[in-house]
């Protein structure tokens, strides 16, 4: 299967975003790439959710999220053990993100004590220039109600 690809142009990034998180914070942020198996019986607003809050926990540290792949139900290799039972296909989805290292610690925290999580791997990208947010997430992927940047305070949120 094709992965649902959720990358959207700079052009459609929120001006809340881009007043929020100046050049300077995402310079210093080494991008991630967090790859996830999760449990096949779950239905799609579970995985939505277990990607949502991943999502969240990367925007209270002030990070950013770039990219988002859902590659849906696929077959695997071999059988993984989770806590459950024994699985030869698995939900497999990406999220891509900038963010401080030691914001790290939470999400690992959260992918090993979540028992719908088979196997997971974060991968250290680099420190990538991002200059400005020129590709980033976007209200308009079907994520975007879950993934949205925090409000600044004394700011609503517009629906």
Known sequence: GRAAHLLLPSALVSSHFKQQHSACSFSRM??????????????????QSMISKVGRMVYS???????????????LAYKIKGVQDKYDKAHIWQLDFAVTPKALDDIKAEMRNNEDVLRWAIVKRGLKPMASPRVLFHRLSPFANELRP????GQETSV
């Open 30 to 47: 080494p991008v991630y790439e967090l790859l996830c198996l999760a449990r096949p019986l779950l239905q799609k607003q579970a995985v």
């Open 61 to 75: 540290q002030g990070g950013v999220i770039t990219d988002v792949k859902s590659y849906g139900e696929q077959s």
């Open 150 to 153: 925090p409000p600044r305070h």
